[in-house]
């Protein structure tokens, strides 16, 4: 494989101009930004600041996963159930149409509940018109202005329809300690990092997502990850 080497370099710029020129090969072929994985051993916030000059000069975008937001990473926040919901009913919420993204909402909502949609048909009938209302009245076009105050209200009508209690009973994590407060935090924070400046809900989301980012991150927190 062109793309198997070991790289020598001699110094840190030199390293870092020559990771964002393997980067940029991959990208090339057609690898997926997320498909490719910056490890490091520890530190990723000093080898962020190491890249980030080469990257930008190549126009690469890439994060740092392990990047504390207040109490939970980035990387958390894409595992997380606090914040897979809610950014899943978001999404929900720029779309005129759920396609297959309503089943999965169903399927959050199902949770919340306590409830298994197999067990009869009044059930899912029940949960599909409660989050249509939920739909029809919090639509936003993906194209409209996510602005801070518009992310916080977004934020909140979810929480109001699901229940703060029921979300935090979503993982077995949350039962103690703080770690359902820690991850809402950084939810929100997160959103509203990429909400400043103008932007769009499409883009937002997106960004939230790590779509098109390489993501940088240690070794210890990629295990579990396919790369």
């Known amino acids: 494989d062109a793309l198997c080497a070991i790289l020598v370099a001699p110094d840190p710029q030199s390293e870092a101009a ?3 020129g393997k980067v940029a090969e991959a990208l090339a072929v057609g690898t997926f930004p997320r498909n490719i994985g910056l490890l490091v051993r520890q530190k990723a916030g000093d080898w962020e600041d190491r890249l980030k000059t080469a990257f930008a000069a190549r126009g690469l975008a890439f994060r740092n996963e392990d990047r504390d937001l207040g109490g939970a ?3 958390d926040l894409m595992t997380e159930a606090y914040s897979q919901i809610v950014l899943d009913l978001l999404t929900l919420l720029t779309r005129r149409h759920g396609g297959g993204l309503w089943s999965t909402a169903i399927g959050h909502l199902a949770t919340v509940r306590g409830v298994v949609i197999d067990d009869a048909p009044e059930v899912e009938t029940g949960l599909a018109e ?10 936003m076009p993906e194209a409209s202005p996510a602005t801070a105050a518009a992310v916080v209200a977004k934020i909140k009508a979810i929480e109001d329809f699901l229940g703060l209690a029921a979300l935090r ?3 077995p994590q949350y039962a103690t300690g703080d770690l359902f407060e820690r991850v809402r935090r950084a939810t929100a924070a997160f959103l509203a990092e990429g909400s400043a400046g103008e932007t769009d809900w499409r883009t937002l989301l997106a ?4 779509d098109d980012q390489t993501p940088l991150l240690t070794i210890t927190k990629s295990k579990g990850l396919e790369y």
């Open 18 to 20: 020559a990771v964002a």
């Open 73 to 75: 990473s980035i990387q």
């Open 169 to 171: 009973a979503v993982a």
């Open 207 to 210: 960004w939230f997502r790590g």
């Open 130 to 139: 409660a989050l249509d209302a939920f739909h029809q009245a919090n639509r």
